[in-house]
């Protein structure tokens, strides 16, 4: 077990615990990284770092999700099915009405190919 640091592309120095384990499948060593925390770069010590709620209201606090929030998700999903099933029905028609245009085509063509001796 090794902690080893890596800065990202913003410049933060963060430290991971790294842990190489024995891959019998393949026959090869393997490593794990587990995130330990920030860096402080003056004193070397490590801040541990938490993850960030990804909804927050204006004041920065954790939003939590309502049930309108679901309600108008399920509306918009729901109105965008029925769209998509009005496009697919369309489609489904004009592919009824093109097959048996083909159909008709295709008649005409074994006409003319015994007509003109070809067929």
């Given at each position: ?5 890596y ?6 120095l963060y ?5 190489s384990e ?11 990284r ?9 004193t070397?010590e ?9 909804t927050?209201?204006?004041?920065g606090a ?12 399920y ?13 697919l ?5 004009e592919?009824l ?5 083909n159909r008709?085509?295709?008649?005409l ?9 070809n067929?």
């Amino acid at each position: 077990m090794a902690i080893v640091k890596y800065r990202n592309q913003s410049g933060t120095l963060y430290a991971y615990e790294q842990i190489s384990e024995w891959d019998p499948v393949r026959r090869q060593s393997r490593s794990k990284r587990k995130l330990l925390g920030r860096v402080d770069e003056e004193t070397g010590e490590i801040i541990k770092t938490t993850r960030k709620q990804k909804t927050k209201t204006d004041d920065g606090a954790p939003r939590e999700k309502t049930r309108s929030d679901f309600e108008a998700l399920y509306k918009d999903a729901a109105a965008r099915v029925m769209e998509l099933e009005r496009s697919l029905a369309d489609v489904s028609s004009e592919n009824l009405l093109l097959r048996e245009e083909n159909r008709r085509a295709r008649k005409l063509l074994e006409e003319i190919h015994k007509m003109t001796g070809n067929g």
